[in-house]
Nanobody, 119 residues
């Protein structure tokens, strides 16, 4: 599976941004697509995921109520809508695909897109 993240940019605090993840290849193998982020000097952290076929979602506590993950299966694209952005949301955002139903390892990763939130 190949993933291509896009849509990052510079936004002011309180603003909104939507990043996209185009998925291609053996998509029938995918169980879920996750969004992760890595801020400068910090470890990569989980942000949200969406189950590829059923659409169930999960969010880390710090983005609940502000971020929404969705997918357009016809376009094989997963979106992360980010509202009420804070400077601490500044990071490189990555999307990744996982084939297994259980476990934590993601199998394929996109290249990342930079989101910068100014105060």
């Amino acid at each position: 599976v190949q993933l291509q993240a896009s849509g990052g940019g510079l936004v002011q605090a309180g603003g909104s941004l939507r990043v996209s993840c185009a998925v291609s290849g053996r998509t029938f193998n995918i169980n879920r697509v996750g969004w992760f982020r890595q801020a400068p000097g910090k470890e990569r952290e989980f942000v949200a995921h969406i189950i590829w076929s059923g659409g169930s979602t999960l969010y880390t506590d710090s983005v609940k109520g502000r971020f929404t993950v969705s997918r357009d299966n016809a376009k094989n694209t997963v979106y992360l809508q980010m509202n009420s952005l804070k400077p601490e949301d500044t990071a490189v955002y990555y999307c990744a695909a996982r084939r297994a139903t259980f476990g934590t390892r993601y199998d394929d990763w996109g290249q990342g897109t930079l989101v910068t939130v100014s105060s």
